[in-house]
């Protein structure tokens, strides 16, 4: 199994600002993923954390509007910019710890006013 | 794109078994079957996954028909803690994305 820590667990937000959500796991991944769900819907992939490169971004997520940090193998984090009402979603981060199971985060819920 | 169908929705009365079928018409031979469920306000949970071989654990069982076009999710004997939304994905074990379809919500009536 694994561990992993969403911050902040929810967050009320003007539009205009940017939100940066982390994720910390308590052992080493390679592959670290960010999902948004919007209210209602399945999860959506946004991109795909690398540790030392550029994260891989799904077709529809441009890395100007969510940028991902990797700094090392435990930690991540997701910049929600210039935040529209569109926004609005929980956001969250799993892990691959190689046994082919993604582990999830607790998410982040974002409201956009 | 998912590439599973669910049904939206299913019952299930306490203590019977809640059979959840999926269908992977255009798996390939190296994709998985992996079944994952959402509690409500909750991350997803992984429950089992398959390549071919019916699979059990302490959770559910995985009936993958010889074809591998489809499959089901077995939870033998559910509790109102199983109601939750369960999603069927495939996925390559060397791919690591995992794409997510509209899975479904199955409510276990007292």
């Known amino acids: 199994s694994a561990v992993i820590s969403q911050k902040p667990s929810r967050d009320i937000c003007q539009r205009g600002t940017s939100l940066t959500i982390q994720c910390q796991v308590d052992s080493q991944v390679t592959m670290m993923f960010w999902y948004r769900q919007q209210p209602g819907q399945s999860l959506t992939l946004i991109a795909t954390a690398n540790q030392g490169s550029e994260a891989t971004y799904e077709s529809g997520f441009v890395i100007d509007k969510f940028p991902i940090s990797r700094p090392n193998l435990t930690f991540s984090t997701l910049t929600v910019s210039n935040m529209s009402p569109e926004d609005s979603s929980i956001y969250l981060c799993?892990?691959?710890?190689?046994?082919?199971?993604?582990?999830f985060g607790e998410g982040s819920r974002l409201t956009v006013l | 794109d998912a590439k599973t169908t669910q049904p939206p929705s299913m019952d299930c009365a306490e203590g019977r078994a809640a059979n959840l079928p999926c269908n992977h018409s255009t798996i390939s031979g190296n994709e998985y079957v992996y079944w994952y469920r959402q509690i409500h306000s909750q991350g997803p949970q992984y429950i089992i996954h398959?390549?071919?071989n019916n699979e059990t654990n302490e959770m559910a069982s995985l009936i993958i028909t010889e074809d591998r076009k489809s499959s089901t999710l077995i939870l033998p004997h559910a509790t109102l803690r199983d109601t939750a939304v369960y999603y069927c994905i495939v996925r390559s074990y060397n791919n690591n994305d995992m794409r997510f379809g509209a899975g479904t919500r199955l409510t276990v009536k007292p």
């Open positions: 398959g390549l071919k």
């Open positions: 799993s892990v691959d710890k190689g046994t082919g199971e993604l582990f």
